[in-house]
């Protein structure tokens, strides 16, 4: 593929800084916008002094800012990835998913509708799905999100399918359950840590411990979004993506106590699930990505275990014994 001018919304975020960095090292030129509510300025430290990548401190959903980004930038594609990821914060306050997930959505694709820009990339959410019963596949219906985050990453599904039919943009969509890894920003494992810190001798896990999900390391959700994009060639291109196993937040926590260096117990809170919004139990068909010659390098206690590691290193570094 030859050199494009690729714009990264949520580029400082967790799963943006690894997404612009590949697209570096791929050999294109990339603008990573964000505003830094969620996203951290030093997650782009490797790209530091590029000429092939520029940074750029912003809201999306400021259209004018937008506008003139797009018009300096004369970008081939987006890959959008700038969202609210706090569920238990726009579960208090809804508006937080309409104008962080569903209006960037639609100020990215009105921007590129105006400034000639074809391709979208976009980073959807298994919890489009709602309680859905049994292995989900991407024809599943109807799709009954029970967050605000999963709805407004639903509407901005149909909003990007819109635009595809009605100004001959291209689309590619990844549905993706929890992610973990290095220079998370958010998260059980993210939160995990932090509580250890504080408690070195127990660990609380909100629930009961039995709820169960695919978790997929960054690196190979970038690897997959990145195939999905190379060789899907229909006008919307939508896959699952995620790990063939699972692993309940039983395990996860029990990882975690293992990789942390004193001895500590787990109090769960009870409960089915840790919050409003989320989902107890997600199973997974993603046969379509893999069809394109993509398989997760890590299972998903592999992933646990390194993102914990990651983690418990980041307090321990910022909190020296």
């Known amino acids: 593929m030859s050199m494009l001018n690729i714009l990264v919304t949520g580029g400082a975020g967790f799963i943006g800084c690894h997404m612009c960095e590949r697209l570096v090292e791929r050999g294109h030129h990339v603008t990573a916008a964000d505003n830094l509510v969620l996203g951290l300025r030093d997650n782009l430290s490797a790209l530091a002094g590029s000429n092939s ?36 914060r726009s579960q208090a306050d809804p508006g937080v ?26 980073a959807s959410t298994s919890a489009v799905y709602g ?16 967050s605000h985050y999963g709805a407004a990453k639903l509407a901005s599904e149909a ?84 790990g063939d196993t699972r692993c309940s937040v039983r395990d996860m926590a029990g990882i975690m106590v293992e990789e942390w260096p004193e001895a500590a117990r787990i ?19 993603v046969a379509r990505i893999r069809a394109l010659g993509w398989t997760p390098r890590l299972n998903s206690a592999e992933a646990v275990r390194a993102a914990a590691r990651w983690a418990i290193g980041q307090v321990r570094q910022a909190s020296p014994a």
């Open 53 to 88: 990548f520029v940074f750029q401190e912003m809201d999306v959903t400021d259209r004018p800012a937008l506008g003139a980004l797009f018009e300096q930038g004369r970008f081939d594609a987006v890959f959008h990835l700038a969202a609210n990821s706090d569920i238990a």
């Open 159 to 242: 909003f990007i399918s819109s635009y595809v039919a009605n100004y001959g943009l291209q689309a590619w969509i990844t549905r993706f359950p929890n992610v973990v890894g290095d220079r998370s920003t958010h998260g059980a494992i993210y939160d995990w840590a932090r509580k250890l810190a504080r408690t070195p001798d127990r660990l609380e896990v909100l629930g009961n411990g039995e709820q169960i999900k695919p978790y997929l390391h960054v690196d190979d959700l970038v690897d997959a979004i990145l195939v999905a994009w190379d060789r899907g060639d229909a006008p919307v291109n939508l896959f699952n993506v995620g």
């Open 131 to 146: 309680e859905a019963q049994g292995v989900l596949r991407e024809d599943h219906g109807p799709l009954l999100p029970i």
């Open 97 to 122: 998913d309409f104008v962080a997930t569903l209006d960037t959505t639609y100020a990215v694709l009105d921007a590129m509708r105006r400034h000639g820009t074809k391709q979208i990339i976009f």
């Open 267 to 285: 109090d769960y809170t009870g409960g089915d699930r840790g919050w409003v919004g989320d989902v107890p139990s997600v199973d997974y068909d």
